[in-house]
């Protein structure tokens, strides 16, 4: 069973203006590493390079012993084995997964948690089978609200105790693209990434495609679990219940050019034309152009865009920037959709660093 009304008896915390980045911060950063940007560059991201999000520890699942159980307000529970999930229809979808945290620690002040900067990205072929044909052999009760996933991680957060457990709508839940996915890029799921089997949510923040597979549960009633009511929300303050945090905005991130100073990170190129690129994409709607600003956002530099993917994946661009005087510069990329919907180029504060997709800034040196 799930339970619910999980009230925090501790608040999620913001940085003091001047506080850097701590020991607690850097436990998290770790464990959870993200995409080099360089890796940009692959359609699909290499194993191992594809970002890493894991709340509590990885479990040990044993695959042989591993059963599903879809029950709750369904007319009939199923139990599904790892042989069974494998036997119904076979579907690949090439997805581009973000974590919803991505961009947090360039949060001013900083919500402290697991600070990534713009790196929390990956895309992969994720094979699994659908699971709306399974939640309509179950029978979902005419009067269910929502379908909780619940994983075999566990732990606490703020004070409380719980399995990773998030719930989708059931219109979201049944969703054509939803799967379970059982193979990441043609190999069965390593443990990091939810072996044996977890949820793909396509065009959703990385919170909604629970790892490791436990149970799946209808409910009649919203859904009240701490990931849902309390972790994954836009608020700006403690007290403010806050929007949840569903679809990924849309983003475009550079290829950062030339070579890196292992310090600073700050890259160094040689005057000229200098080929900029990178990918863009985006959970509403679709990314209908790339720009990049090199004199602070005074004039943009329009990009062209590659070949259109599947619905899921991310896009390439590219333009060539003609980097003739010498000095430094920022540069700022940013990704409008066909909902006109552009990356700020100032913060969208929030109290929990949820969703920020303020346009990505490279330092460069060109000499
Ligand atoms: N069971 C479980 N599922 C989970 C998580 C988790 O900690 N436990 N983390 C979520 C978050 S916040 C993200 S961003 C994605 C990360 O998926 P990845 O590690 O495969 O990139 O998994 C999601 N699914
Ligand atoms: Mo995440």
């Given at each position: 069973m799930t339970s619910t009304s999980e009230r925090p008896d501790e608040l999620a915390r913001v940085a003091a203006p001047d506080e850097g980045i701590s020991v607690d911060e850097l436990k998290l950063a770790a464990r959870n590493h993200g995409m080099p940007l360089e890796a940009l560059r692959y359609d699909l991201t290499p194993p191992g390079l594809h970002y890493l999000l894991v709340h509590y520890d990885i479990p040990y699942v044993d695959p042989a012993s591993w059963r599903l159980s879809i029950g709750g307000a369904v007319e009939r529970r199923i139990e599904l084995d790892l042989d069974a999930v494998r036997a119904r229809p076979r579907v690949t979808h090439t997805v581009t997964l973000e974590c919803a945290g991505n961009g947090r620690a360039r949060f001013l002040p900083r919500p402290i948690s697991q600070p990534w900067l713009d790196e929390a990205i990956g895309t992969a072929e994720w094979t699994g089978t659908p699971l709306a044909p399974i939640l309509a052999e179950a029978g979902i009760a005419p009067d269910a609200v929502d379908v909780v996933f619940t994983g075999h991680d566990h732990g606490t957060e703020r004070g409380v105790e719980q399995d990773y457990a998030r719930a989708l709508s059931v219109a979201d839940a049944t969703a054509d693209d939803v799967l379970l996915a059982y193979e990441m890029n043609g190999a069965p799921l390593p443990p990091q990434h939810g072996a044996p089997v977890r949820l793909i949510a396509p065009g959703w923040y990385g919170m909604a495609h629970v790892k490791w597979l436990r149970d799946i549960e209808v409910v009649r009633k919203q859904f009240t679990g701490f990931q849902n009511a309390t972790a994954y929300r836009l608020k700006q303050d403690a007290d403010d219940p806050g929007e949840p945090v569903t679809r990924i905005r849309p983003k475009a991130l550079v290829v950062p050019p030339g070579f890196p100073?292992?310090?600073?990170?700050r890259r160094i190129v040689e005057a000229g034309d200098v080929p900029l690129f990178g990918r863009t994409w985006s959970g509403t709607g679709t990314v209908t152009r790339v720009e990049v600003s090199t004199d602070g956002g005074a004039s943009w530099l329009e990009a062209e865009l590659g070949p259109r993917p599947g619905p899921y994946a991310w896009r390439s661009w590219r333009l060539t920037w003609q980097a003739d005087a010498r000095g430094d510069y920022e540069l700022c990329v940013r990704a409008t959709n066909d909902r006109g919907e552009t990356q700020p180029v100032d913060q969208p504060w929030n109290r929990q660093g949820m969703a920020n997709n303020m346009a990505q800034r490279v330092d460069v040196t060109v000499r």
């Amino acid at each position: 069973m799930t339970s619910t009304s999980e009230r925090p008896d501790e608040l999620a915390r913001v940085a003091a203006p001047d506080e850097g980045i701590s020991v607690d911060e850097l436990k998290l950063a770790a464990r959870n590493h993200g995409m080099p940007l360089e890796a940009l560059r692959y359609d699909l991201t290499p194993p191992g390079l594809h970002y890493l999000l894991v709340h509590y520890d990885i479990p040990y699942v044993d695959p042989a012993s591993w059963r599903l159980s879809i029950g709750g307000a369904v007319e009939r529970r199923i139990e599904l084995d790892l042989d069974a999930v494998r036997a119904r229809p076979r579907v690949t979808h090439t997805v581009t997964l973000e974590c919803a945290g991505n961009g947090r620690a360039r949060f001013l002040p900083r919500p402290i948690s697991q600070p990534w900067l713009d790196e929390a990205i990956g895309t992969a072929e994720w094979t699994g089978t659908p699971l709306a044909p399974i939640l309509a052999e179950a029978g979902i009760a005419p009067d269910a609200v929502d379908v909780v996933f619940t994983g075999h991680d566990h732990g606490t957060e703020r004070g409380v105790e719980q399995d990773y457990a998030r719930a989708l709508s059931v219109a979201d839940a049944t969703a054509d693209d939803v799967l379970l996915a059982y193979e990441m890029n043609g190999a069965p799921l390593p443990p990091q990434h939810g072996a044996p089997v977890r949820l793909i949510a396509p065009g959703w923040y990385g919170m909604a495609h629970v790892k490791w597979l436990r149970d799946i549960e209808v409910v009649r009633k919203q859904f009240t679990g701490f990931q849902n009511a309390t972790a994954y929300r836009l608020k700006q303050d403690a007290d403010d219940p806050g929007e949840p945090v569903t679809r990924i905005r849309p983003k475009a991130l550079v290829v950062p050019p030339g070579f890196p100073d292992f310090q600073t990170r700050r890259r160094i190129v040689e005057a000229g034309d200098v080929p900029l690129f990178g990918r863009t994409w985006s959970g509403t709607g679709t990314v209908t152009r790339v720009e990049v600003s090199t004199d602070g956002g005074a004039s943009w530099l329009e990009a062209e865009l590659g070949p259109r993917p599947g619905p899921y994946a991310w896009r390439s661009w590219r333009l060539t920037w003609q980097a003739d005087a010498r000095g430094d510069y920022e540069l700022c990329v940013r990704a409008t959709n066909d909902r006109g919907e552009t990356q700020p180029v100032d913060q969208p504060w929030n109290r929990q660093g949820m969703a920020n997709n303020m346009a990505q800034r490279v330092d460069v040196t060109v000499r």
